[in-house]
């Protein structure tokens, strides 16, 4: 019997995933294991593997299509099995014109499934059928006794799809091609990751009542000690984002109101802390995330980001590795910016924006102006959870842990 391939949920926010690439055609030969297809979901691409042995008898989905989660996106089954309307779609159209024999073909199906008057069918098969729109009282069960079961709604689904994809398929591939206009602008269809990247924009912006505070710290002595932990291991390099990730869960353990979310009617504090780390892409913004930062050493903690970058940038992170984040860090100084507004990463309360170290001159505790590596912060937050009062303490504390960083330990 044939088997539908349907879009998988790769993430719990994952609600469409983009067709990128078919690797197998119509016609191939599938053992499980396969990869089928590759797909572009909120900021990653996965490839999707074959769960059954058969023949790719269908493709419903095309290249470049937005398909959601339990989506229909393509048919396996024996060689030469038919599906649907998939092998003659000339002679479906005709009978969809036809209401006479589409009644006659009803009618056998609704007496399979029916028992004084009411259609025998799963809780779930129900379910799927209300949701796709399919009529139970013509689609034959093959469970036991004639039940209705799942796979049977989404076989009489897949006629459906067929019928009304018969005719846009032709013109899908032209869709997704760049337009050039008489004056030279180019403009090019949204991807996957930039729209996901508005959409949550937009919502953050939206939901989220944004206050940004920025302070300026003293870093002598965090990279006099980041120098000194470099000189000391030769297997791994400290980057002035692992240690922020570190001093970011240490604090965090003490002003548990930004380690926070909230919801409609309730405020959510997290057990565990979970750092994000903004990494830049061709294509956008990811945010893999070092889960219990304020469980590991700076030197566990290192060796993760190093490994969660590395995968961000050739898109081999899993949905495990993008969630969960209870704090954000985005940090520019690469980019030569000395300070910036973040927007928070819901449903966060809180994102950390961190500036280049600059040379100047400060005046110290003896009044005398002499030279210092200075960095700013700006920390922006949910006005809904974290008042100034706690966001500008949190901030103060992690200020003292970059100026000394024994101050973690006291």
Same mark, same amino acid.
């Given at each position: 019997?044939?088997?539908?391939?349907?879009?998988?949920?790769?993430?719990?926010?994952?609600?469409?995933?983009?067709?990128?690439?078919?690797?197998?055609?119509?016609?191939?030969?599938?053992?499980?294991?396969?990869?089928?297809?590759?797909?572009?979901?909120?900021?990653?691409?996965?490839?999707?593997?074959?769960?059954?042995?058969?023949?790719?008898?269908?493709?419903?989905?095309?290249?470049?299509?937005?398909?959601?989660?339990?989506?229909?996106?393509?048919?396996?089954?024996?060689?030469?099995?038919?599906?649907? !309307? #998939?092998?003659?779609?000339? &002679?479906?159209? $005709?009978?969809?014109?036809? =209401?006479?024999?589409? @009644?006659? %073909? +009803? *009618? /056998?199906?609704?007496?399979?499934?029916?028992?004084?008057?009411?259609?025998?069918?799963?809780?779930?098969?129900?379910?799927?059928?209300?949701?796709?729109?399919?009529?139970?009282?013509?689609?034959?069960?093959?469970?036991?006794?004639?039940?209705?079961?799942?796979?049977?709604?989404? !076989? #009489?689904?897949?006629?459906? &799809?067929?019928? $009304?994809?018969?005719?846009? =398929?032709?013109?899908? @591939?032209? %869709? +997704? *091609? /760049?337009?050039?206009?008489?004056?030279?602008?180019?403009?090019?269809?949204?991807?996957?990751?930039?729209?996901?990247?508005?959409?949550?924009?937009?919502?953050?912006?939206?939901?989220?009542?944004?206050?940004?505070?920025?302070?300026?710290?003293?870093?002598?002595?965090?990279?006099?000690?980041?120098?000194?932990?470099? &000189?000391?291991?030769?297997?791994?390099?400290?980057?002035?984002?692992?240690?922020?990730?570190?001093?970011?869960?240490?604090?965090?353990?003490?002003?548990?109101?930004?380690?926070?979310?909230?919801?409609?009617?309730?405020?959510?504090?997290?057990?565990?802390?979970?750092?994000?780390?903004?990494?830049?892409?061709?294509?956008?913004?990811?945010?893999?995330?070092?889960?219990?930062?304020?469980?590991?050493?700076?030197?566990?903690?290192?060796?993760?980001?190093?490994?969660?970058?590395?995968?961000?940038?050739?898109?081999?992170?899993?949905?495990?590795?993008?969630?969960?984040?209870?704090?954000?860090?985005?940090?520019?100084?690469?980019?030569?910016?000395?300070?910036?507004?973040?927007?928070?990463?819901?449903?966060?309360?809180?994102?950390?924006?961190?500036?280049?170290?600059?040379?100047?001159?400060?005046?110290?505790?003896?009044?005398?102006?002499?030279?210092?590596?200075?960095?700013?912060?700006?920390?922006?937050?949910?006005?809904?959870?974290?008042?100034?009062?706690?966001?500008?303490?949190?901030?103060?504390?992690?200020?003292?842990?970059?100026?000394?960083?024994?101050?973690?330990?006291?």
């Amino acid at each position: 019997m044939a088997t539908e391939i349907i879009m998988p949920q790769l993430g719990l926010t994952m609600e469409e995933g983009t067709i990128a690439k078919w690797i197998k055609q119509v016609g191939d030969k599938v053992s499980v294991g396969d990869v089928l297809v590759e797909i572009t979901t909120d900021k990653l691409s996965s490839e999707i593997e074959s769960e059954v042995e058969g023949v790719l008898l269908k493709i419903v989905a095309q290249e470049g299509e937005d398909i959601p989660v339990k989506g229909l996106l393509a048919i396996i089954g024996a060689e030469g099995e038919q599906v649907g !309307a #998939a092998s003659a779609p000339a &002679a479906k159209k $005709e009978e969809v014109q036809t =209401e006479a024999p589409k @009644a006659e %073909a +009803a *009618a /056998p199906k609704a007496a399979s499934v029916t028992e004084g008057g009411r259609v025998k069918a799963s809780p779930l098969a129900k379910k799927i059928a209300s949701e796709l729109g399919v009529d139970l009282s013509t689609v034959a069960g093959s469970g036991p006794n004639g039940r209705i079961v799942q796979k049977d709604v989404l !076989a #009489a689904e897949v006629s459906t &799809a067929v019928v $009304e994809k018969a005719a846009p =398929e032709v013109k899908a @591939a032209p %869709a +997704a *091609a /760049p337009v050039q206009p008489a004056n030279a602008d180019v403009v090019k269809p949204l991807t996957n990751m930039r729209k996901v990247i508005a959409k949550r924009m937009q919502q953050s912006k939206n939901t989220a009542p944004h206050v940004t505070i920025t302070t300026e710290v003293n870093v002598d002595k965090t990279i006099a000690l980041r120098s000194k932990l470099n &000189a000391k291991n030769a297997d791994v390099r400290f980057s002035y984002t692992d240690i922020l990730v570190k001093m970011c869960a240490t604090a965090l353990r003490n002003y548990p109101k930004i380690n926070a979310s909230i919801t409609e009617d309730s405020m959510i504090f997290h057990d565990k802390i979970n750092i994000g780390v903004a990494v830049a892409l061709d294509d956008g913004l990811i945010v893999p995330v070092v889960s219990n930062a304020d469980r590991k050493g700076l030197k566990a903690i290192t060796k993760e980001t190093k490994d969660l970058i590395n995968k961000a940038r050739t898109n081999t992170l899993s949905p495990d590795e993008m969630s969960g984040a209870t704090f954000t860090i985005s940090n520019l100084g690469s980019y030569d910016i000395d300070g910036f507004t973040p927007v928070i990463n819901l449903p966060e309360a809180a994102i950390l924006g961190v500036g280049r170290i600059v040379k100047k001159p400060i005046v110290n505790e003896n009044d005398e102006i002499v030279p210092a590596s200075m960095m700013v912060l700006s920390m922006s937050f949910d006005h809904r959870v974290v008042d100034g009062a706690q966001a500008a303490e949190f901030l103060k504390a992690l200020k003292g842990y970059l100026e000394d960083p024994d101050n973690m330990y006291v």
